[in-house]
């Protein structure tokens, strides 16, 4: 089946809950070593020794839809009609980020059920178009270090991991083994602004 991807408008789709969860049973360690000559970063990827779940409802902030803070975003997705109510399938949220010229996507999310069938890639290919049109210089995005999954699948979408932040969630994400991974696709290496 080709499912179609639609807009989602914002007075129909805002607040909508996105379930992030995910099971993991590796993750990347990262370890900064500093020096006289200045630092290292370190990321090795690691097994746990239980997997490890990741649920949406564990967050104080639950990821959803047109978030307030996220001005100007516009979403796309994959909706069925199921009893007659519609069901959101999967979805991407994009976000300009005006000051530096980059497009953020801030929600990507595939329901387990339509995995491996090239829907995120589509969803994906869907922000790159968009970048492009709007004459963004990347897209940016990020991601945990124990979501290896995620982190797998946007590098084979062309992403690079550009840095990390590792008191984002909390002030113990590299003992939690859960650190924010900024990842960017450069769309034109060379910034014609400067």
């Known amino acids: 089946m080709d499912y179609e991807i ?7 789709w805002k607040g909508t809950n996105i379930p992030l969860d995910y099971t993991t049973e590796y993750y990347y360690d990262v370890e900064t070593i500093t020096g006289p000559d200045g630092f290292a970063v370190q990321m090795k990827k690691k097994k746990f020794d239980t997997p490890v779940t990741h649920k949406s409802e564990d967050y104080d902030f639950p990821d959803g839809l047109y978030q307030d803070y996220r001005e100007n975003a516009d979403a796309y997705g994959i ?5 007659g109510e519609k069901k959101l ?9 005006e000051w530096s010229n980059r497009l953020m996507v ?6 387990d059920e339509l995995h491996r069938r090239g829907i995120g890639t589509r969803l994906m290919n869907l922000a790159k178009e968009k970048a492009r049109e ?3 210089i990347a897209i940016m995005l990020e991601t945990q270090s124990c979501n290896t999954r995620a982190i797998a699948f946007y590098l084979s979408q062309g992403f ?9 969630y909390t002030n113990r994400d590299i003992e939690r083994k859960e650190v924010r991974f900024n990842m960017g696709f450069f769309l034109d290496k060379r910034d014609s602004r400067f």
């Open 89 to 97: 399938m999967a979805c991407i949220e994009i976000c300009p980020e």
């Open 134 to 136: 709007q004459g963004r």
């Open 160 to 168: 690079e991991l550009i840095g990390y932040d590792s008191c984002c």
């Open 79 to 83: 909706v069925i009609e199921e009893n």
């Open 106 to 111: 801030t929600e990507l999310w595939v329901a």
């Open 6 to 12: 639609i807009a989602l408008p914002k007075n129909e």
